[in-house]
């Protein structure tokens, strides 16, 4: 209920102040799990890409983010889960192939943390890695305007970036899946 509330009021407040756009939609695939990976450069990030679904986005949060009282319970109930950034976290990863088995989208900011100039940052490898255990395609979304409290907002669905779902996948593999999702980013981003 807290949930939706919140949720409600973060899209009003999205197409009334900030002139929302969201294109793409039909790129998303009909069915089964997959992974949503962004760009980063506002706390706003999450909230555009939670609030442009019916369905929840569970993404995957800085651990540190769930320690702050009412932030830490807000990303609970809207299904995100704590990710260790200083090591492999091996129960991230679980949840995350869990999720994407049972069929649910799965949220990732692959730069790892917000780009404080707005350029797009170096991709860890990750979201490419679960894409490839999981066997679900990565689905590209760029993310413009979304710094301050005023302006426009975008935000594009790219087409889907298809894993690696044979054999093993090694890390020039991962790398240059990584790459061509940050690529189709970067391309739906300066088109605007």
């Not at 799965?106 to 999981?134: C, I, N, Q, W, Y």
Request: positive net charge.
């Amino acid at each position: 209920m807290i949930y939706r509330l919140l949720k409600f009021m973060a899209t009003v407040i999205l197409k009334i102040v900030r002139r929302w756009d969201v294109q793409g939609r039909e790129n998303l695939p009909a069915g089964g799990g997959f992974l949503l990976v962004a760009n980063h450069v506002s706390y706003w990030d999450p909230v555009v890409v939670i609030c442009a679904f019916k369905k929840k986005v569970c993404f995957m949060a800085k651990s540190e983010l769930f320690n702050i009282p009412v932030i830490g319970y807000v990303l609970r109930i809207s299904g995100s889960f704590p990710v260790r950034r200083d090591k492999s976290d091996r129960e991230a990863i679980r949840t995350a192939l869990r999720l994407l088995a049972e069929g649910q989208m799965v949220g990732v900011f692959p730069e790892g943390t917000r780009s404080h100039t707005g350029d797009l940052l170096k991709p860890h490898l990750g979201a490419a890695m679960l894409a490839a255990k999981a066997k679900v395609p990565m689905i590209p979304v760029a993310l413009i305007g979304t710094r301050g409290v005023f302006g426009r907002v975008r935000m594009i669905i790219g087409a889907p970036v298809e894993s690696k779902n044979s054999g093993k996948v090694s890390k020039t593999d991962l790398e240059k899946a990584s790459d061509l999702v940050m690529d189709r980013i970067l391309s739906m981003m300066t088109k605007y």
